[in-house]
């Protein structure tokens, strides 16, 4: 089990990188991860939902994803409060302090989901959430020691140098944290170092010294990372613009962002920049396509947009002659209004929508989560996605659908000059085909972007990477 001494220190990607080593050397490689707090989701082959980075870590075992990789995620839909998805379905809706009282009845859930997880692995390799020394956290613990105590699974606790005192936060935690559970650390990472390695072996020592914990490695900045989906929402703050294309394609960053690796793919293009808006920032007037991700609570974001005045600069933006298209959520937001009878995001309500498309959105029913194939229905391509959504969007304009779905089914709408646009679809961009097309047709500058081997070779290339710095016998020796 890989635990870090806080939140970002890169564990989903020192995973998925030791995955794809030891799947590369010929083992059987499961990951798994008690318990994540995530908005960025994916779908998976037995009909639920898990973490992006449990999604990219089976793709890195070459296997297809599970619900039981991830048997309990929580999906913030507020500052205090998450939904509450178990083995890939939603349970409930639970405050912070509440959730702390579910505790005890999801171990099973995970207990349940590990089993299943190893019974026909050669390896696990389990990620723990947030940092090992949340101690007023410990009681009733399902994602860091109190899983590893209970499954009786060695810990390698992962540092960021990056973030400065990497020393503090490992010897930190040894101090803190119970002797029982120090007492399953096999060894110590330190992610992150750029410079000259040499200068930080008497750290290495000094942390060895002082917690008694071998080292198992010192590794280095691993540049090509960004291209591969992340899980945390805190990128976001750090990948403000991507690209320098001539094609500017601008995001506002909402609230309560999700599945926000829709955008990947664009900023990987080469004639594309891509922007996302912060707090406080206008949508400029050189923006070429404004997209309107999707959202984990769309009628709180909705409000948000307003409140920093972008919805009169969407407005501005399209009398100029720009284009926009929401995503899920974002989908939503454009239409007339969007009801919520039954309280699935909040009180019940109907709030008026931007009313850039002539259609209605009642949120409620089951969640759809499916993949899905087709064809863009103005365009000749093909496009693959999946669905993730709560709620049935009708009205005018999904008589010009975005998409034409395998089985016959419409989704999406486009209004009738083309201008504004919104599919249910997520990872779209993803597809080759539909994403140059796409591209093309808005006049941007398209390439010969293979994304999905892209992120291949970028799996590939970070197990490399750790293999040079990480010594695999000996942290595989370590595993029982």
């Not at 799947?23 to 898990?50: W, Y």
């Not at 280095?220 to 403000?240: H, I, N, S, T």
């Not at 613009?241 to 829709?262: K, M, Q, Y």
Request: with cysteine; proline share 5%.
């Amino acid at each position: 089990m890989v635990q870090g001494t806080g939140s970002d220190v890169g564990k989903s990607l020192i995973v998925a990188g030791l995955i794809r080593a030891y799947a590369n050397r010929g083992l059987v490689v499961r990951p798994f991860k008690p318990q994540n707090m995530s908005n960025n989701a994916a779908v998976t082959v037995d009909g639920g939902e898990i973490g992006r980075a449990q999604a990219l870590q089976a793709r890195a075992a070459r296997v297809a994803p599970s619900v039981h990789m991830n048997p309990v995620l929580l999906k913030p839909q507020s500052d205090v409060g998450a939904q509450v998805v178990v083995q890939g379905r939603v349970r409930g809706n639970a405050k912070a302090r509440a959730f702390q009282d579910w505790k005890p009845g999801l171990e099973a859930a995970v207990q349940d989901s590990f089993e299943r997880m190893r019974t026909d692995a050669d390896l696990v390799i389990v990620e723990g959430a947030g940092s090992a020394a949340e101690v007023n956290l410990r009681a009733g613990d399902i994602a860091n020691m109190g899983f590893a105590r209970k499954a009786g699974v060695p810990v390698v606790l992962l540092g960021d140098i990056d973030r400065g005192g990497v020393i503090a936060q490992v010897v930190g935690t040894k101090a803190v944290i119970d002797p029982a559970d120090a007492a399953l650390v096999v060894g110590f990472l330190v992610n992150k170092f750029r410079g000259d390695a040499s200068l930080f072996d008497a750290g290495m020592r000094t942390i060895e010294e002082m917690t008694g914990w071998p080292a198992l490695g010192l590794v280095p900045w691993f540049r090509a990372a960004a291209r591969l989906p992340a899980e945390d929402a805190v990128v976001l703050e750090k990948r403000r613009v991507a690209g320098e294309g001539g094609f500017t394609i601008v995001v506002p960053r909402l609230p309560h962002i999700s599945n926000f690796d829709d955008l990947d793919p664009l900023a990987a293009e080469p004639g594309v920049r891509l922007v996302l808006l912060g707090d406080g920032e206008p949508i400029p007037a050189t923006a070429d396509l404004v997209i309107l991700p999707g959202s984990k609570a769309t009628i709180a974001d909705l409000a948000a947009l307003r409140a920093e005045g972008w919805d009169i600069d969407i407005a501005a933006h399209i009398r100029r002659g720009g284009r926009v298209l929401g995503l899920c959520g974002g989908y939503q937001m454009l239409g007339r209004t969007i009801a919520d009878p039954d309280g699935v995001e909040g009180p019940p309500s109907v709030v008026a929508g931007l009313g850039l498309l002539d259609v209605e959105t009642v949120l409620g029913g089951d969640k759809c989560l499916e993949a899905v194939t087709g064809r863009l229905a103005r365009l000749d391509a093909t496009v693959a996605g999946y669905e993730m959504h709560v709620g049935r969007t009708t009205g005018a304009d999904c008589a010009g659908p975005f998409a034409i779905l395998a089985d016959g089914r419409p989704d999406g709408a486009i209004r009738a000059d083309g201008r504004v646009a919104g599919t249910y679809l997520h990872g779209l961009f993803a597809d080759d085909h539909a994403r140059t097309a796409l591209l093309a047709d808005l006049g941007a500058t398209t390439s010969d972007l293979a994304y999905e081997q892209e992120v291949e070779a970028t799996l590939d290339a970070l197990a490399v990477h750790l293999a040079a710095h990480i010594d695999l016998d000996r942290l595989i020796a370590l595993a029982r």
